[in-house]
């Protein structure tokens, strides 16, 4: 199981950390993506992190402003988000898998999302 937690309304400029704790799973060995699904559009992946050895992929759209990280004691990652603009307003989820991807059909787990608004 996986939740994702830390969405809200934020202005233009600002900054959000998301939270994706994973309950009853083993946490290493895996691949956790984050994604988002913005109103009317598909989902999207944002980039992803080797639960094991930490290493980070990132869509060319997002990179310099979101930074994904992961807690292994506390089997959470994390998704930082600065610079905020309101075409970053979506529901974003996290998601666990087996293989390195951004595709969402690559992932099995999900979590229920959270919405991000950025306000102009």
């Known amino acids: 199981q996986l939740q994702a937690s830390g969405g809200g309304l934020v202005q233009a400029g600002g900054s959000l950390n998301l939270s994706c704790a994973v309950f009853g799973r083993t946490f290493s060995k895996h691949f956790m993506g984050w994604f988002r699904q913005a109103p009317g559009k598909e989902r999207d992946g944002i980039g992803f992190?080797?639960?094991?050895?930490?290493?980070?992929y990132y869509a060319d759209s997002v990179k310099g402003r979101f930074t994904i990280s992961r807690d292994n004691a506390k089997n959470a990652v994390y998704l930082q988000i600065d610079s905020l603009k309101p075409e970053d307003t979506a529901v974003y989820y996290c998601?666990?898998?087996?293989?390195?991807?951004?595709?969402?059909?690559?992932?099995?787990?999900w979590g229920q999302g959270t919405q991000v608004t950025v306000s102009s």
């Open positions: 992190i080797n639960t094991s050895d930490g290493n980070t």
């Open positions: 998601a666990t898998g087996w293989i390195a991807s951004r595709r969402p059909g690559d992932y099995v787990y």
